[in-house]
């Protein structure tokens, strides 16, 4: 066991680690060629421009201006400076909430580590338990203050079943203030938002085949008999799968001869040659740049095919359809409703926003779905149990016993400051090792299952990253032991003996516990802020590839946030802070200053950096909390371990009232406040429609939404005109709005929606204007 | 253990008192004066009158026709003889869907005997294991056919394995069917039927509070704004809980009054005299006849005040109210979506039916609900574990062993015959005199709990029901002790050994279950068809209060089926079934007995003597299917222990398999089929709007739906009055639909909605009439 000087040397070495990410991270965001990296997200809303562009040659590289190097942690309150509304209209709703995750940790963790510290660490230093037993029993000084230190029996466990209900209480009453503030914050945000496509359509999935009809016509049928006074119009779904791998395959062609063309023009002595084998290792040489343009020309060839073929074929239309109505209160009666006697078909959801489509999952039937979701049921069961093995043998080496037993030659060096700097990192750090490639497959799983939204993907992913960072982070690190050990002895153990088994270790791990937050958290956020890979690959990129303004801009896309790996490794850090919080109070400061970090942190990289794909309105809320009181549930289930292991046996009832009452809370919060990130309330879409309808009386829908759900394979190329189109539709409207008259019996201008998909715009519309 | 011949004595004894309890059953049915009790549904229809009205005086009261007592067995082909359909039209839905719950029972357990005879008894009965330990155990010939009679880590035990697939493919293959089938007619039902209030109607509840306006005008303004094409009217439901209470009294003083004037007139010389203390035993004595006259008339004054309060304070006005529209459509759509903002305000959920409503719930608040129900789930487990504390010492005095030690002075007589009685008979016969208590209290409980339809109030009193069953029948059965020495030695044990445990005393405990189904199962639904508590109770009314005819009605009041006590019994033998089938093949062919019993004796009495309360169209369904999956689940687990008991563990992992697909078969029937049983889907009631509006294009919604909600207090008195109404206003719109017109300004005539309640009424129609 690791003494205090050991984590002295880890906290000093973290700390270090930190402040040098951070000194780097000031001097490279100071480069003006960096620029474009650190404030990526100003570049994409174009509020900010590239400093190249003027000044001296080497003023173009190199921050000259020494001053500015002094304020190296200036970015730190201007991180902080921007108001959360500002933050919402700036990054979205998703990554405003996203940052109050880290916010509910230091509201919960501050005001829990003064009370630990004021009422349970003079309760536990006073016992001269683990003095008396310091002989044979190597303890640290941290388990002086923590329960260890108490004898068996003792009554002054009482104490700590009563910090364990204020704990709780308080925990509670955050999430519920949390959740209430999060639920207004997503309502107020549908609400003020402006019009979006998706308030007013619909997915259908599961339309029946019709021997008679086109799907297209079905669809139109069935909404025009069943919703005949709000349905406006829909567009079937296209499988276009394999036309947007053709679309992606041509643009990596382009890439390359763009990297060929601007090759040729540095050095024109020499045409670049390549080889046609794999990898380019092998085959026939031929002319880097001829080869490519050819083989763009064939592609370019097979995509308009493969388009027309999508647009006629009838069977590449999917029987699924976004249906769009007239008002929103029509949208959200059809979300909320069953269509059809068979409860597979016709089956309606709200549309996600178009950027929020994951489209080759659109065409899976029902039944399928079904099927595959029982086999990643039981495919990430194996994963999450037997996954471990390797870790397992991995950790048992890079402890030091472990080392000095493989290698006893390494004994003489392993000594005083190298021991500790190894026994600090090592186990943390081969454990992250294992992770990153985890949530890869983690998504693959998540798309076989046959989510049709980024969102909710993402939202799937993190709940198996959270049970598998349960089971194989905490659990394993907990009571020692791969997972597979773990299911084995939990199957063979009794029901109360597994919470004392888990309750027993927890004390013992502390070290081991504040070492990885050092080491995961402390560090790897100081890290976040370097944004070390895209730094790199974007300055390859810019050296590479970028010709024009337009390549430079797609060169820094920073990417997002990344929910699905995030926020299951801040439940971590929830998990241990409360399952710590009665048992070893002096983790507590280490998740604090945790939490503090992260929040600066990702403030910083969510207003200048990160740019969310899509919008979903906070939707994982209810899944964060969730988790948030599964962590409370399991602190308390380890604390009755603990206490039985300490002949409290008869202080159980209390904390078994506890967690009946935690889980009655959540059953309360989940009716209370989980429909507002579920269901659309007919109140609030009908004040809004009003309101619209007030405004803008004369606002035409139908071409606002013909197209907003088309495959964006084939948006792109439309885009432009669209654009043109919009601003056409706009200004008309608000200008001339008597024109539109003239319009309403001839059809709409056929370029946008009979040109880029016939099948899409071959029902008529047969009914009314929609400006009722 | 009871041997072969303490069985043969049993099952010998329990045929014969069925028989016996068949020849009272024709014996009594063919007499003319007992004609109400056993045929009361065919009067209560109208379709059969008194007998006694006609012939000799004798023949009033016996049957004299011996021909007709030799056909004593006749009552079962008839019971078989109505089909289906118009066994619905007959008794309704919910009993002929009840029905099909034993038939269920044939249809699984019929193959799974004939499968386990042809293929486990043979493979049981072919080993010795049991005949060479015949000396130490006394084991019973049953055994012989079970699985106790395979060795130790056999290859024979495959076959079970084997057969416990083809068991389970069988059971979810007919459930499948069956579920299909009953959600077929739900929707044909529902389809079919007439019109109904509750199709149009809507039950909000928790209307928030306003300053401003009344509940019944914020709840028209709300439905205005936010269903402005489908709202068409609403009553707000009333705190008549006091009124209610006052008139049962009134009418239990003139039960007493029509006794005492009975009396009075049979025997003019003396007038009836009574005390007025408790229970008539002390007090002082005065003229029954006057002081019951007297007592009337001052509940009838109190009634008249009561009934004035209720409807003009504003705090009797609950803030509830039924709200009807336009069309099934208008009404499919506000019971499936959210309404506001707030997800505790403005609940909505489809109104039951105005015989189903429950109405001294209907004022219950949210937030109490969530706390009530945390009360009711902790008590109801307190009572489960705690309860078999007296059962349990009861039962084991009911040992032959027990009994000798108690009583040994009676040990010469407890000896051959009399000892396979007791033995045979008693355990069971404990346990269900303890049981016929429960059903009231659990009752009790979910009327805490604040279910707002009497249907629910059943279906949460089964689950509760057949909760306590499994734990107080089934476990204290199989593994001896209390329930609470259950829970101690489930908490106590690993994970892996409870499955053992159960799996290893479940063979043990064929034999006491065979008489448990003997005794409870074929006596009790022999028992059931003699009537005899109605029949008794119906003869003593008749005797001392039935003066006019419609007292005669009242009295024969067969009551109603009673989900919340026959569906959990009837669970218990899928459970012992399902559990013994790959066990103890020599158990099937006593529950196949049990459901072919069951069946004809139950559907005899649906068409001859129950009364539905209500109609729920069969929403239980949703219920039984569950429990019997989980009756499946459980054979699953204990045929794992008994296998891992047996040396077989290795096999584990095939039963563990079956255990996932089972309950993923359950996840499967639950996407499809349930939304059936919860939801009305749209296409649905868009239909049968557009077919009733081109039927009938001018019948006038409004006054049909006007008060078909107000609370039966305020109904009763009213009664004659509307029907009249009713029928004028059918007859007219038909014959002279023109006449409707001049009506539409006049508002309709206010002896309905004005006499009976004016704040029910007082929100005049301020929108168009809905004929569209």
């Known amino acids: 066991m690791a003494t205090l000087e050991d984590i002295g040397v880890a906290a000093a070495f973290n700390l270090l680690s930190a402040l040098v990410f951070f000194l780097a991270f000031a001097i490279l965001r100071l480069q003006p060629f960096n620029d474009r990296v650190y404030f990526s997200k100003w570049y994409l809303k174009g509020l900010r421009t590239s400093p190249s562009r003027s000044g001296a040659f080497v003023g173009r590289f190199v921050n000259l201006d020494f001053r500015s190097y002094l304020r190296f942690l200036s970015w730190m309150p201007e991180?902080?400076?921007?108001?959360?509304?500002?933050?919402?209209?700036?990054?979205?709703?998703?990554?405003?909430?996203?940052?109050?995750?880290?916010?509910?940790?230091?509201?919960?963790?501050?005001?829990?580590?003064?009370?630990?510290?004021?009422?349970?660490?003079?309760?536990?230093?006073?016992?001269?338990?683990?003095?008396?037993?310091?002989?044979?029993?190597?303890?640290?000084?941290?388990?002086?203050?923590?329960?260890?230190?108490?004898?068996?029996?003792?009554?002054?466990?009482?104490?700590?079943?009563?910090?364990?209900?204020?704990?709780?209480?308080?925990?509670?009453?955050?999430?519920?203030?949390?959740?209430?503030?999060?639920?207004?914050?997503?309502?107020?945000?549908?609400?003020?938002?402006?019009?979006?496509?998706?308030?007013?359509?619909?997915?259908?999935?599961?339309?029946?085949?019709?021997?008679?009809?086109?799907?297209?016509?079905?669809?139109e049928h069935f909404f025009l008999v069943n919703h005949p006074d709000t349905y406006l119009t829909h567009q079937v779904v296209c499988n276009a799968n394999k036309l947007a791998k053709l679309v992606k395959t041509r643009e990596k062609k382009q890439n390359w001869l763009d990297y060929y063309q601007l090759k040729y023009s540095r050095n024109n002595a020499q045409r670049p040659i390549m080889k046609t084998g794999f990898l380019g290792l092998c085959g026939e040489k031929v002319d880097a740049i001829?080869?490519?343009?050819?083989?763009?020309?064939?592609?370019?060839?097979?995509?308009?095919?493969?388009?027309?073929?999508?647009?006629?074929?009838?069977?590449?239309?999917?029987?699924?359809?976004?249906?769009?109505?007239?008002?929103?209160?029509?949208?959200?009666?059809?979300?909320?409703?069953?269509?059809?006697?068979?409860?597979?078909?016709?089956?309606?959801?709200?549309?996600?926003?178009?950027?929020?489509?994951?489209?080759?999952?659109?065409?899976?039937?029902?039944?399928?779905?079904?099927?595959?979701?029982?086999?990643?049921?039981?495919a990430f069961f194996?994963?999450?149990?037997?996954?471990?093995?390797?870790?397992?043998?991995?950790?048992?080496?890079?402890?030091?016993?472990?080392?000095?037993?493989?290698?006893?030659?390494?004994?003489?060096?392993?000594?005083?400051?190298?021991?500790?700097?190894?026994?600090?990192?090592?186990?943390?750090?081969?454990?992250?090792?294992?992770?990153?490639?985890?949530?890869?497959?983690?998504?693959?799983?998540?798309?076989?299952?046959?989510?049709?939204?980024?969102?909710?993907?993402?939202?799937?992913?993190?709940?198996?990253?959270?049970?598998?960072?349960?089971?194989?982070?905490?659990?394993?690190?907990?009571?020692?032991?791969?997972?597979?050990?773990?299911?084995?002895?939990?199957?063979?153990?009794?029901?109360?003996?597994?919470?004392?088994?888990?309750?027993?270790?927890?004390?013992?791990?502390?070290?081991?516990?504040?070492?990885?937050?050092?080491?995961?958290?402390?560090?790897?956020?100081?890290?976040?802020?370097?944004?070390?890979?895209?730094?790199?690959?974007?300055?390859?990129?810019?050296?590479?590839?970028?010709?024009?303004?337009?390549?430079?801009?797609?060169?820094?896309?920073?990417?997002?946030?990344?929910?699905?790996?995030?926020?299951?490794?801040?439940q971590l850090y929830f998990l241990l802070g409360l399952v710590y919080a009665a048992v070893t109070p002096a983790l507590l400061p280490f998740i604090v200053i945790f939490f503090g970090l992260a929040y600066v942190v990702f403030r910083h990289q969510i207003i200048n950096v990160y740019n969310q794909e899509y919008e979903s309105a906070a939707a994982f809320w209810p899944d964060v909390h969730g988790r948030i009181i599964i962590a409370l549930l399991i602190s308390q289930v380890a604390l009755i371990g603990l206490l039985s292991a300490k002949h409290a046996a008869q202080s159980a009832p209390f904390l078994i009232a506890l967690i009946v009452l935690t889980i009655w809370f959540y059953t309360f919060c989940k009716a209370r406040y989980e429909p507002a990130f579920v269901r659309y309330p007919l109140q609030e879409a009908m004040m809004k429609d009003t309101l619209e309808r007030a405004r803008e009386p004369n606002f035409n829908l139908k071409p606002y939404l013909q197209n907003a759900y088309v495959h964006p394979v084939f948006k792109e190329e439309d885009e432009e005109d669209e654009d043109e189109f919009n601003y056409k539709l706009e200004t008309e409207s608000v200008l001339v709005p008597t024109k539109r008259q003239s319009r309403r019996n001839t059809p709409v201008p056929s370029k946008m929606s009979g040109a880029s998909s016939p099948s899409l715009s071959e029902v008529a519309p047969k009914h009314s204007e929609p400006t009722n």
């Open 79 to 219: 991180a902080l400076k921007m108001p959360e509304l500002e933050l919402i209209d700036h990054a979205g709703l998703d990554s405003a909430v996203y940052l109050r995750i880290y916010l509910i940790g230091l509201k919960i963790f501050i005001p829990i580590t003064l009370l630990a510290w004021a009422v349970l660490v003079p309760v536990n230093y006073t016992n001269n338990t683990l003095k008396s037993q310091l002989k044979n029993v190597t303890s640290s000084d941290i388990d002086m203050l923590s329960i260890s230190n108490i004898p068996l029996g003792s009554d002054r466990l009482w104490t700590h079943i009563a910090v364990a209900y204020a704990f709780t209480f308080w925990t509670c009453y955050v999430l519920l203030k949390e959740y209430e503030a999060v639920a207004n914050m997503r309502l107020h945000f549908l609400q003020s938002e402006k019009r979006r496509p998706d308030q007013f359509t619909v997915l259908v999935q599961n339309v029946p085949p019709d021997p008679d009809e086109s799907v297209s016509e079905s669809v």
């Open 382 to 570: 194996f994963l999450t149990f037997f996954f471990m093995i390797p870790i397992a043998s991995v950790q048992a080496l890079a402890s030091i016993e472990g080392l000095e037993k493989v290698a006893p030659f390494l004994r003489p060096i392993i000594k005083g400051f190298i021991k500790s700097v190894i026994q600090g990192i090592l186990p943390g750090l081969v454990l992250k090792l294992f992770l990153i490639f985890l949530p890869t497959i983690l998504m693959i799983m998540s798309k076989f299952e046959g989510f049709i939204s980024l969102s909710s993907l993402e939202r799937r992913s993190a709940t198996r990253y959270y049970l598998f960072n349960f089971v194989n982070v905490f659990l394993t690190s907990v009571v020692a032991g791969s997972a597979m050990d773990q299911l084995n002895a939990f199957i063979n153990q009794s029901t109360n003996e597994i919470p004392r088994t888990i309750g027993v270790a927890v004390p013992l791990r502390a070290t081991f516990f504040i070492t990885y937050i050092m080491v995961d958290g402390w560090a790897g956020v100081a890290g976040e802020i370097l944004m070390l890979k895209p730094l790199i690959i974007y300055h390859l990129k810019n050296f590479f590839l970028v010709k024009t303004e337009k390549d430079r801009e797609e060169a820094m896309d920073p990417g997002s946030l990344g929910f699905n790996t995030g926020e299951p490794q801040i």
């Open 290 to 378: 001829d080869h490519h343009i050819s083989e763009i020309e064939k592609l370019s060839k097979e995509i308009t095919e493969e388009r027309e073929r999508v647009l006629k074929d009838p069977k590449a239309i999917m029987p699924a359809a976004f249906v769009s109505f007239k008002s929103r209160w029509g949208a959200a009666v059809c979300a909320q409703t069953q269509q059809s006697r068979n409860p597979t078909l016709w089956l309606t959801e709200w549309a996600p926003e178009p950027r929020d489509v994951y489209w080759p999952n659109l065409p899976i039937p029902y039944v399928s779905l079904a099927i595959r979701r029982l086999i990643m049921a039981v």
